[in-house]
């Protein structure tokens, strides 16, 4: 079974940085590329940043620049550090695998960007 298990979240200044992290287990992970979105209260999902088997990433636009994403294979485990956030990052985050033919998604961690 593929699990998910996001944490690093919580209150932050704007400007202010976190580092969120997502463990991972039930798949060889080092095979997938994994990606982290995010979803603010009544807004549509939006997918944040991607690294691939390899290492390579990919951002949205809203976050380039400001967040790195980046995985330990040994340890079944991905990174997302977040710098200089402003309070339109403020969403629940979580990552996420296809594999076997199925999108999988774990159980999030709220980040929340205030004065």
């Known amino acids: 079974e593929v699990q998910l298990q996001a944490s690093g979240g919580g209150l932050v200044q704007p400007g202010g940085s976190l580092r969120l992290s997502c463990v991972a287990s039930g798949f060889t992970f080092s095979n997938y590329p994994v990606s982290w979105v995010r979803q603010a209260p009544g807004r549509e999902r939006e997918l944040v940043a991607t690294?691939?088997?390899?290492?390579?990433?990919n951002y949205v636009d809203a976050v380039e620049g400001r967040f790195t994403i980046s995985r330990e294979n040994d340890k079944n485990t991905v990174y997302l550090s977040m710098n200089n956030l402003t309070p339109e990052d403020t969403a629940v985050y979580s990552c996420?695998?296809?594999?076997?033919?199925?999108?999988?998604w774990g159980q999030g961690t709220l980040v929340t960007v205030s004065s």
């Open positions: 996420n695998v296809y594999v076997g033919f199925e999108s999988h």
């Open positions: 690294v691939s088997k390899t290492g390579s990433t």
